[in-house]
C-alpha cells in the first residue's frame, strides 16, 4: 500500500487549514476550494472517496466531537424544530428534490432521482458547526442547525436505502420504507441509551488518564459498529452516547479532561481538514464518467438541481417556524417569538458536505439484472456540484448576509455579569467547604497554606469582576491579566532553570519531565483561564 498519497492529504490539508486560520473565510470553503484547484494539477493521486472508509472511520468521530461539545440542555429545548428539519425536512427535500430531478434529467428514473434527493437532503454537521462558529450565529440559530446536523444524517441514510432498493430492483413499498425508517430511528436511539450508561461509568472508574483517552478515542466506532450490527443507525447511536457523556463531563477527572480535550482537538482538526479537502479533490472522478452529460447539459442540471435544493429549503422553513405558533398556544407560550431575520438565515446556512458524497459513492454500480445503476456517473456530478455550491455561494455570503439582517450580537458585559455571579456563588460555596474542613484537626494545615487556599479562592471570584472594571492605561490589561502574565513569566523563568540544572547534569531528565510536568499544569490552568475570560 503506498501511504505517500495519504500522506500528502494530511500533511497538504493541515498546512492549508492552519494558514485559513489567518483569514476571514472559514478553514472548509477554503480547504475545498485549494481542492478543486490541485485536483487539476497532472500528476496527482486519484483521491476517490471511499464510503467504506467515510461512513463507519470518519463519520463517527465527527459527529461524537460535536456531540460532546453541544448542549443538550439547549438541544432539548429547540427539539421541537430540531425535529422539523432533521426528520421532516430531509424527507421533504428527497421527494422534492428527487421529483425536480426527475422532470429535469431526461431518461432518469424516479427510484434513481429520489436516491438523488435524499443524498443531498442532509446538510453537514462539520460544516455547519465551523461556519457558525466563524459567523457568530445567533446561540438558538446555532443550536438548531448542530442539532439538525447531528441527527439528519439518519432519516437521510435510510431514504436512501429505499430508494436504491427500488431503483435495483429490490421492491419496496411506502409500509416498508416507514418500517426501516423506524428500526434505524428507535434502534440507533436504544442502542444509545443503551451504551451511555456503561461507558460513563468507565468514564468515571478508570482512573488512568491514557486509558480514559484511548477509551475516549474508541467510543464512537464502539457506538457506531454495535448499532449497525443490528441494523440501527449508527449515525444516532454516537450521537445520543456523546450528548449524554457531554453533558455529564464534569464527572470524569480533571487530567482526564484536559487530555480528552487536546487529543480531539487534533483527531477533529486532522479529519476535518482531510475531510474537506477531499471533497474538492473528487472533481477528477465525478468528471470522468459523464459522458454523453459533458458540457453544457451537465451544467444545466447542476445550476437547476441547485436552485431547487435552496428553494426547498425556504419553503420548508418558513411555514415550519410560523404555522406551529399559529395552530398552538402552547407553543407560543413555551418559545421565543422569531423574527423573519431567523429563517432566512436558517435556510441559507443549509450546507452539505462529504457525508452526501459518502453515500452518493456508495451507490451500486449495477441493478439486479446486472444493468448500469441509471445515471449513476451524473448522480454523482449533481451531488459534487450541489455540495462545491452550498459550501462556496452560501457559506461565502452567509457572514455579509448576516451583517446585512443586523442580527444583535452578543452581551458581552451581560455574558460577564452573569459569569461574575456564577462564580461568586460558587466561591462563597467553597468557602464555606473549606472552613468546614479545617475544623477537622485530620486537615490542620500550618496558616500560610490556609491562606494560600483562600487567597486561590479570592483571585478566581474576583478575576472576573476586575474584567467589568478598569484596565491598565499603559497596557490595556486588567488587574487579572497582568497577573497570569507575569505568572507565565516566573514560569518561564523556573522551566529555563530547571532545563540549566539539568545540562549541568545536577538532576536527570526523569526529574525534569517530572518538574515541568508540574509547571505545565499551572500554565495550562493559567491560559485556560485567559481563554475563558477573553
Not at 459567523?135 to 442547525?145: A, F, H, M, N, Q
Not at 468528471?287 to 447539459?297: Q, T
Not at 459569569?419 to 456563588?425: D, T
Request: proline fraction near 6%; glycine fraction near 8%; charge should be neutral.
Amino acid at each position: 500500500m503506498d501511504v505517500m498519497p495519504l500522506l500528502l492529504l494530511v500533511a497538504g490539508s493541515t498546512a492549508v487549514a492552519a494558514a485559513a486560520r489567518r483569514t476571514p473565510v472559514p478553514a472548509p470553503l477554503v480547504l475545498v476550494a485549494v481542492g478543486l484547484v490541485v485536483s487539476g494539477i497532472p500528476g496527482m493521486p486519484d483521491y476517490t472517496l471511499d464510503p467504506e472508509i467515510v461512513l463507519p472511520l470518519v463519520l463517527p468521530p465527527l459527529l461524537h466531537k460535536e456531540g460532546v461539545e453541544s448542549s443538550y440542555l439547549d438541544l432539548r429545548a429547540s427539539m421541537r424544530p430540531v425535529a422539523l428539519l432533521s426528520v421532516g425536512y430531509v424527507l421533504f427535500a428527497t421527494f422534492v428534490v428527487g421529483w425536480a430531478a426527475y422532470q429535469i434529467v431526461p431518461g432518469l428514473p424516479l427510484p434513481a432521482a429520489l436516491a438523488l434527493g435524499a443524498v443531498v437532503a442532509p446538510t453537514d454537521a462539520v460544516a455547519a458547526a465551523a461556519v457558525a462558529r466563524r459567523v457568530g450565529l445567533p446561540s438558538r440559530i446555532t443550536t438548531i442547525l448542530q442539532g439538525e446536523s447531528l441527527l439528519n444524517d439518519a432519516t437521510a441514510i435510510t431514504a436512501y436505502r429505499v430508494a436504491v432498493a427500488a431503483a435495483v430492483g429490490e421492491g419496496a413499498s411506502w409500509i416498508g420504507g416507514i418500517g426501516e425508517f423506524l428500526l434505524a430511528a428507535v434502534g440507533g436511539v436504544v442502542v444509545g441509551l443503551v451504551l451511555m450508561l456503561p461507558i460513563h461509568w468507565l468514564r468515571t472508574h478508570v482512573k488512568e488518564a491514557l486509558l480514559q483517552n484511548t477509551m475516549s478515542l474508541l467510543i464512537p466506532f464502539v457506538a457506531y459498529a454495535v448499532a449497525e450490527q443490528v441494523h440501527a443507525s449508527g449515525v444516532l447511536a454516537v450521537v445520543v452516547v456523546a450528548l449524554y457523556i457531554g453533558h455529564r463531563a464534569w464527572e470524569v477527572d480533571f487530567a482526564t479532561r484536559l487530555q480528552e480535550e487536546a487529543v480531539w482537538k487534533v483527531v477533529a482538526f486532522v479529519l476535518e481538514s482531510a475531510v474537506f479537502a477531499l471533497i474538492g479533490l473528487q472533481l477528477p472522478v465525478v468528471l470522468r464518467g459523464l459522458g454523453e452529460y459533458a458540457g453544457v447539459d451537465a451544467a444545466w442540471y447542476a445550476i437547476a438541481l441547485f436552485l431547487v435544493v435552496v428553494a426547498a429549503r425556504f419553503v420548508w422553513v418558513y411555514p415550519g417556524t410560523f404555522v406551529p405558533r399559529m395552530v398552538s398556544a402552547r407553543i407560543r407560550e413555551r418559545e421565543e417569538n422569531p423574527t423573519w431575520r431567523g429563517p432566512i438565515v436558517t435556510s441559507w446556512a443549509a450546507m452539505r458536505g462529504v457525508v452526501s458524497l459518502a453515500i452518493a459513492f456508495s451507490i451500486p454500480l449495477t441493478v439486479h439484472g446486472g444493468e448500469p445503476f441509471p445515471q449513476r456517473n451524473l448522480i454523482l456530478f449533481l451531488t459534487f456540484t450541489t455540495v462545491i455550491g452550498t459550501l462556496v455561494v452560501q457559506g461565502l455570503t452567509l457572514a455579509p448576509l448576516i451583517r446585512l439582517l443586523k442580527f444583535p450580537g452578543r452581551d458581552a458585559q451581560a455574558e460577564t455579569l452573569a459569569e461574575a455571579n456564577a462564580q461568586a456563588q460558587a466561591s462563597r460555596v467553597a468557602e464555606q467547604r473549606l472552613d468546614e474542613l479545617l475544623t477537622d484537626e485530620r486537615n490542620t494545615l500550618p496558616p500560610p497554606l490556609a491562606d494560600r487556599l483562600r487567597q486561590s479562592l479570592e483571585r478566581r471570584r474576583n478575576a472576573v469582576w476586575e474584567r467589568l472594571g478598569q484596565t491598565n492605561p499603559i497596557t490595556g490589561e486588567s488587574v487579572d491579566d497582568t497577573y497570569r502574565r507575569l505568572s507565565r513569566e516566573m514560569i518561564g523563568a523556573e522551566r529555563a532553570m530547571f532545563v540549566r540544572l539539568r545540562d549541568g547534569r545536577y538532576i536527570d531528565d526523569e526529574m525534569l519531565r517530572t518538574l515541568l510536568r508540574r509547571l505545565d499544569l499551572e500554565e495550562a490552568a493559567a491560559y485556560r483561564e485567559a481563554v475563558d475570560g477573553a
